[in-house]
């Protein structure tokens, strides 16, 4: 009895050195499982696509009266401010803006819209109004899809009046321009007040535009623990081009051109530039 005690403890001597090694083995692998998962995660990172401005041509509506002799709405107090650019100037240095005295009226491709993409598209939205002051109308589905040419005055589709701005969920085979990480982009299309002349001179304003959203990765982005921050600060991202706002190299704001998972909506500086886009021009015809 004694004998075999003495080779049942060699023998677990010897194995238990093969034991621990194989469960080192094993955290090992549970671990590199787990960072290759974080790592390749769903929407864990995005790109900006082009900020891009639409052309009007010289074919345009009849000038329309706005709806308001003042703003709609009230953009919000700001100090200090922080790193913004905007897309365009006027001549005396200040930003091009929609003209606040107007809603901003959109329709919504839902082609490729996530699961209650509507209500995380109104969100954004909301989000954004609130910062701008700027109103925004949503005006029903449409077929139209968001391409870079989109002209913004199409009176077969609108009627008389420029384009409402289009708000797109598309995907990389319908727009090349959404391949690999780009998750979307948008711009606006801008003209000189018609009741002024002098082009170096007049005001300038924003009429019309667009915004097209990856469909299918902001649905990949949803899967994620925080992905209906991280989508919508993609949205907001987009639609910060579409008021007016540029990229910047500060990574602490919403408008970096790539996502940052720490950042999951309009930063100081991006509210100091939505604010300033609120306090655009009020245009008696346009």
Not at 72 to 80: A, F, I, M, N, R
Request: glycine residues 12%.
């Amino acid at each position: 009895m004694l004998r075999g005690r003495r080779h049942q403890g060699k023998l677990r001597a010897r194995l238990e050195p093969l034991w621990r090694n194989r469960a080192a083995v094993i955290v090992v692998l549970v671990l590199a499982i787990a960072g290759w998962q974080n790592r390749s995660e769903p929407g864990s990172s995005w790109l900006s696509g082009p900020t891009i401005r639409l052309t009007v041509g010289s074919d345009r509506p009849t000038p329309a009266r706005a709806v308001s002799p003042a703003p709609l709405g009230q953009p919000v107090s700001t100090e200090g401010g922080g790193t913004h650019a905007f897309l365009s100037s006027q001549p005396d240095g200040s930003p091009v803006a929609y003209d606040p005295c107007r809603p901003v009226l959109y329709v919504v491709n839902d082609r490729t819209q996530p699961f209650q993409g509507d209500e995380l598209l109104a969100e954004a939205i909301r989000g954004i109004s609130e910062i701008t002051g700027l109103q925004f109308g949503f005006e029903g589905p449409t077929g139209e899809v968001p391409l870079e040419s989109r002209e913004p005055f199409q009176k077969d589709r609108y009627g008389d009046r420029w384009a409402p701005v289009l708000i797109s969920w598309a995907d990389p085979a319908e727009l090349s321009e959404l391949a690999g990480d780009v998750a979307g982009f948008g711009g606006s299309a801008r003209v000189n007040d018609p009741g002024q002349t002098g082009r170096q001179t007049s005001k300038q304003v924003y009429v019309s535009g667009v915004v097209a959203l990856d469909g299918p990765q902001l649905s990949q982005m949803l899967e994620r623990e925080d992905g209906w921050a991280q989508a919508r600060s993609v949205i907001q991202h987009e639609l910060g081009h579409l008021v007016g706002l540029d990229h910047v190299a500060d990574e602490s704001q919403l408008m970096h051109g790539s996502g940052n998972s720490d950042v999951t909506g309009p930063q100081g500086g991006d509210i100091a530039g939505l604010s300033r886009l609120g306090r655009g021009t009020c245009f008696e015809l346009l």
